[in-house]
């Protein structure tokens, strides 16, 4: 079974970088044609693909987000890391790392919340 997990820091600062890491369990970040992505849930709102590291080390993004998001990954340790520049309130929510293929995400973490104030 596989397991995600989120961990990063809960409050940050308007302008500051935030840094999310997601440590997969139970299976490699390499294998199974999985894309490892992040999503987002700021409250009230629906959740948001942000974007995603396939197995094979290509990466996508969200168009609205792509010029201040970068995902990476460590297959020695089998993490995969979100970065996110230039912060602001509004970047305030739950955010999600998650595995799937083009039938649809099969493993979620539980989520990490993100505060973004000053």
């Known amino acids: 079974q596989v397991q995600l997990q989120e961990s990063g820091p809960g409050l940050v600062k308007p302008s500051q970088t935030l840094s999310l890491t997601c440590t997969v369990s139970g299976g490699s970040i390499t294998a199974n044609y999985y894309c490892w992505s992040w999503f987002r849930q700021p409250p009230g709102k629906g959740p948001e693909w942000m974007g995603g590291?396939?197995?094979?080390?290509?990466?996508y993004y969200s168009p609205s987000l792509k010029s201040r998001t970068s995902i990476s990954r460590d297959s020695a340790k089998n993490t995969v890391y979100l970065q996110m520049n230039a912060l602001k309130p509004e970047d305030t929510a739950v955010y999600y790392c998650?595995?799937?293929?083009?039938?649809?995400?099969?493993?979620w973490g539980q989520g990490t919340q993100v505060t973004v104030s000053s």
């Open positions: 998650a595995a799937g293929t083009t039938n649809g995400y099969d493993y």
């Open positions: 590291i396939h197995y094979d080390g290509r990466t």
